[in-house]
């Protein structure tokens, strides 16, 4: 065990509490139990060697890669970018979204399931939602216009309010319309600029106001929508599982609104009292900048939700930058700007980058398990279900792996498996049981089977 007086993120209760969590999640999406299809084939392909976590890690670095190839040719938000840049941004998309899904299906299968594995999910989550934020703004042609700092604020709070939701009740809720929907929207995006132009997203439907306006428009009005009638707004008031209806850290349900409110409040000020039109300048940096503290923030509050431990509100070291470059206006800008921007960003994504490796590193070491490679003498202790029969049940919110977005099945039989069952069972009782009891079908049913 650690000493309790070493510089940690973790200390040792919260590396037990971390020890005994079991990931739970309720709902489930549209396409999910589709795209269950697809999953379930491609984790087969998977070779036994390579671990769960470096999986989801490579999904994240493709689709990182991918994004800055289209930052590299749009750094304003509004040049306009070759055709291949899109297409490989939304086949990067779905990448990271394939490799993301199977993750934990691999772990399951290889038995290397953690609660390290549910973290590592949620982290590159969040920084994923950063660059696919950022993509999505230069696919539509948003340019340095408030409509893309609106886009930010948006998705960010609610990837954000999600694990908010999680922190009160113990159990991250899926709406029906959810991650799976929205990042097929987004690759759908991608390509439709990639092979058509960004000319359909520029068509105005009333003065000042254009299609991708109408776009963000609707998009946020149905993101709200599905997250009120999923419940949790609601579960957020009124479902706290603490004591006298707090958080499962027994801490203000109201409390998480915090960070993330203070953030987003610096960051308009930053905008809105530039002297340098700084956010016009360099829109894809300031909103990478915010981006990044972000997922700071959310970060913290996955790991408040799986420790049990109340989450860092104001006194983090990621509200320095924005902090600092509020300072510098106050006093008329004695820095330039532009250049404490590029270092604030700098700062942001080491302390974000920082803070999630420690995080890992003080797993590993508490709970004595790798990261990204796989322990010696790892077998395949299950399959997953096959394609035919993920296609007859959806995924349901019992059958859990490590991954937090995704809900695997724990059968491995065919149906025609459980037929033979219950055929031979069936057929061992004739004889000694009465007909009556043979007549009423008894013998194993196929829930049990699973």
Request: hydrophobic residues 40%; contains cysteine; glycine residues 8%.
């Amino acid at each position: 065990m650690k000493d309790e007086s070493s510089q940690c993120i973790l200390n040792n209760f919260q590396l037990e509490n971390l020890r005994r969590h079991v990931y739970k999640s309720t709902g489930k999406t549209v396409l999910d139990p589709y795209m269950q299809v697809f999953w379930c084939w491609l984790v087969e392909r998977v070779p036994l060697c390579i671990a769960p976590n470096m999986i989801t890690l490579v999904g994240l670095l493709v689709n990182i890669g991918t994004t800055l190839v289209l930052v590299y040719y749009s750094s304003d938000g509004h040049s306009t970018a070759p055709p291949g840049a899109f297409i490989a941004c939304g086949l990067g998309l779905f990448i990271y979204q394939s490799l993301d899904a199977i993750d934990g299906k691999h772990a399951r299968r290889t038995g290397t399931n953690n609660p390290l594995g549910e973290l590592f999910d949620h982290g590159c989550d969040a920084f994923s939602t950063v660059f696919v934020i950022i993509a999505y703004g230069i696919a539509t042609d948003l340019g340095p216009s408030y409509w893309f700092f609106y886009l930010c604020c948006v998705c960010n709070f609610m990837f954000y309010a999600a694990h908010w939701q999680t922190l009160v009740s113990g159990s991250l809720h899926f709406g029906q319309f959810d991650v799976t929907e929205a990042q097929i929207f987004l690759i759908g995006t991608q390509l439709w600029t990639g092979c058509f132009g960004a000319a359909l997203w520029n068509i105005e439907l009333v003065e000042g106001f254009q299609i991708k306006h109408a776009m963000l428009c609707l998009s946020t009005v149905c993101s709200c929508a599905s997250f009120i009638l999923s419940g949790n707004v609601a579960t957020i008031l009124t479902g706290g599982i603490g004591k006298n209806g707090a958080t499962i850290a027994d801490t203000s349900v109201l409390s998480p609104c915090i960070p993330i409110l203070l953030l987003t409040g610096m960051f308009y000020k930053i905008l809105a009292e530039s002297d340098t039109l700084l956010y016009q300048e360099n829109t894809i940096l300031f909103l990478l900048t915010m981006g990044l503290a972000f997922t700071k923030v959310t970060n913290s509050l996955v790991v408040a939700h799986m420790t049990k431990s109340p989450p860092t509100l104001v006194v983090d070291s990621i509200m320095l930058g924005p902090a600092l470059m509020l300072i510098n206006q106050y006093l008329s800008a004695p820095v330039p700007e532009q250049f404490l921007l590029w270092l604030v960003m700098l700062f942001t994504a080491y302390d974000s980058i920082r803070y999630c490796v420690e995080i890992c590193k003080e797993i590993c070491a508490g709970l004595n398990i790798p990261c990204l490679t796989m322990p010696e003498g790892v077998k395949l202790v299950s399959t997953p279900l096959p394609a035919k029969r993920a296609s007859l049940r959806p995924s349901r919110s019992s059958d859990l792996d490590s991954s937090p977005k995704r809900h695997s099945m724990r059968s491995a039989y065919s149906v025609g498996d459980v037929r033979k069952t219950i055929r031979t069972s069936s057929v061992s009782r004739i004889g000694r049981l009465p007909r009556r009891a043979t007549d009423s079908g008894s013998g194993t049913s196929m829930s049990d089977k699973n």
